[in-house]
């Protein structure tokens, strides 16, 4: 039951450091300089980065859109994850029917989750369709499964939460300590040029990026930020913000001191440009939103996080549809095209290598945004996002002086294209362990469906 990891480079948010860990069981027992334990498997991890476990608080296993269904499930999405470094997610529902309960799509969350899923996991719940017994259903929610974050929509039509009852989401948050992630684009805007841009024959993918400008995600954003300072200074969460107007009504509001919001970014939204969509066939498999921006967005995200003190996380948004198959619903019309796009066994080695091996950000700055801000934020840290005694052993080896291109040939997810095919990668993942136990071993997949726990979340802890 004991692993004894030795001569690692053992990160963490805020070091980095020569030594070695102990594993007993599930668990991270001490972690030193020349740990002896004779009845332990020893592995050496000489020239090697030891990492949290990944925490992906953003993606969407088996998400039915209604006209399409995310292809990875539970079992394939986390899979994926896994061989990508991510040990633990926290899953967003999809919307339901108009008239039933909140309880509803837990329910059903665990219908497609419980003994599926290969790493552990949790669920954001999804906000839709308001009213009262919804706000007071949240709370109780919280405490009898611990989903302690509850996602609302600023876009989407039917589905969306208008300001009124957004600003009594966030009220009602802050007086029980949950954390509310806002999807943030202005539905009006949005819609008026997708109507006009249907009429005109605008329908090729290069629409799209135009059909959702970065005004609409700053101007939502904004908006959100200052709904949650007249309501208490509740705690908002900026999920996948994608764009430097976005990033500077962010900056705005940390300069003026408002507290307790986060925001999250992805690896796409990094590394990706709206230049994906030129091509009128190939441009359906970024097809996402908020849709890729421009170089000088990513850089100004990269800033940003260099900087600190800005941007909380990076995710993924993972939420992938098959190219050859469901992403051809759009190939005549782009708004058709199902939304989404793959990510999760991508994340830590992309931001790995064109952030810390790109001299962008620090190890210790990519351990804080993958996987301990995460984890603190959404309430499962410290069991996840940390290499400490007490902690779960999910842990991550990862070789920084490999190379190689990355290619959907070689990945786990159900999905049959990455939008980071053929980018050329520093460093490559060698072991992951989750509780202990190793998963995946050099790119193979050996672990075992439904080992992952359903994990009920305590309160979190937004940025101060």
């Known amino acids: 039951m004991k692993k004894l990891i030795k001569n690692a480079d053992i990160v963490t948010e805020s070091a980095v450091f020569r030594g070695d860990v102990l594993i007993n069981g599930e668990k991270t027992e001490c972690i030193g300089r020349d740990i002896e334990c004779p009845d332990a498997e020893l592995i050496d991890a000489s020239g090697k980065l030891l990492l ?52 509803h799509q837990v329910d059903e969350y665990h219908r497609l989750a419980d003994g599926r899923a290969v790493i552990d996991y949790g669920f954001h719940g999804v906000l839709q369709h308001m009213n009262d017994d919804k706000l007071s259903e949240m709370k109780e929610i919280a405490e009898r499964e611990g989903i302690t974050s509850w996602k609302a929509y600023m876009t989407y039509g039917a589905n969306m939460t208008d ?38 024959g605008k329908w090729q993918p290069r629409w799209h990026p135009l059909s959702r400008p970065a005004g609409a995600e700053a101007e939502a954003v904004s908006r959100l930020l200052h709904l949650a300072k007249i309501a208490g200074e509740a705690p908002a969460y900026i999920v996948h913000l994608s764009a430097a107007e976005s990033l500077a009504e962010v900056e705005k509001a940390r300069r003026a001191g408002q507290k307790h919001f986060g925001v999250e970014t ?3 939204y990094l590394t990706l440009t709206d230049s994906a969509y030129d091509a009128d066939s190939e441009g359906l498999k970024a097809i996402m939103s908020p849709p890729l921006r421009k170089r000088e967005d990513c850089g100004a995200i990269w800033d940003a996080l260099s900087k600190g003190g800005v941007i909380d996380t ?24 199902p939304n989404g796009a793959p990510g999760v066994e991508e994340r830590l080695n992309v931001v790995y290598s064109e ?8 190890l210790p700055q990519m351990v804080r945004y993958l996987c301990t801000e995460p984890a603190r934020i959404f309430g499962l840290y410290p069991d996840k996002g940390a290499i400490m005694p007490g902690a779960d052993a999910d842990l991550v080896i990862l070789d ?38 190793i998963i995946v071993r050099d790119n193979e997949f050996i672990g075992n469906r439904g080992y992952g726990r359903y994990l009920r979340r305590h309160n979190g802890s937004l940025t101060e």
């Not at 608080?57 to 269904?69: F, N």
């Not at 954390?179 to 841009?197: Q, R, S």
């Not at 291109?405 to 997810?413: G, K, N, Q, W, Y």
């Open 314 to 337: 990076i995710a993924t948004d993972h939420c992938p549809f098959t190219f050859s198959k469901q992403k051809q619903l759009g190939r005549d019309d782009f708004r058709k095209c």
């Open 355 to 362: 952030g810390v091996a790109g001299g962008r950000i620090s």
């Open 400 to 437: 920084p002086g490999a190379e190689h291109v990355l290619s959907i040939a070689d990945m786990h997810t159900a999905c049959d294209y990455s939008c980071y095919e053929g980018m050329k990668l520093r460093g490559r993942i060698e072991k992951v362990f989750s509780r202990g136990k």
């Open 163 to 200: 300001d009124e009852w957004l600003y009594k989401v966030l009220r009602t948050a802050n007086e029980a300590g949950l954390v509310i992630p806002v999807h943030c684009e202005n539905d009006a805007v949005v819609e008026t040029l997708k109507a006009e841009f249907g009429a005109a």
């Open 52 to 103: 949290p476990g990944a925490v992906d608080v953003h993606t969407h296993m088996d998400l039915d859109v209604g006209i399409a269904r995310a292809c990875d499930d539970f079992y394939s999405g986390t899979v994926a994850a896994a061989c990508g470094g991510t040990t633990c997610i926290v899953d967003h529902m999809a919307f339901a029917h108009e008239n039933v309960s909140l309880m």
């Open 266 to 268: 992805c690896a796409q």
